[in-house]
């Protein structure tokens, strides 16, 4: 059974790993990981992966809206996609480079 404390866990996990490689690494590794461990977890064990995807935390909207852990994975990756989107182009403004002030 998958409560709320172990997909918190297991997301926090996953973010952490990809937010070490992003900093000490590269974002082009911080990029192919957030791709590449969720896919290898697919893979490697199908059915634990399926059911921990597919498990249910809440209804919003009277019923209509399942929430999902699949929802929060992509919650997650939209987070850290933008992360390093944001810390590229920022690195890529700072060493333009700059014509020296006369």
């Known amino acids: 059974m998958v409560g709320i404390g172990t997909a918190v866990l297991v997301f926090?996990?996953?973010a952490a790993i990809?937010?070490?490689l992003l900093v000490n690494y590269s974002s082009l590794m911080a990029a192919i990981s957030l791709l590449l461990l969720?896919?290898?977890t697919i893979v490697a064990i199908p059915e634990t992966a399926n059911a921990f995807l597919a498990y249910e935390h809440a209804r919003l909207a009277g019923g209509l809206v399942p929430?999902?852990?699949y929802h929060l994975l992509l919650?997650?990756?939209s987070t850290i996609?933008?992360?390093i989107l944001y810390t590229e182009?920022?690195?890529w403004y700072l060493s333009k480079n700059k014509r020296p002030i006369k």
């Open 75 to 77: 919650f997650v990756w």
């Open 38 to 40: 969720p896919l290898v």
């Open 18 to 20: 990809v937010l070490y």
């Open 81 to 83: 996609i933008g992360i």
């Open 12 to 14: 926090a996990l996953f």
């Open 67 to 69: 929430i999902n852990n």
């Open 89 to 91: 182009f920022l690195t």
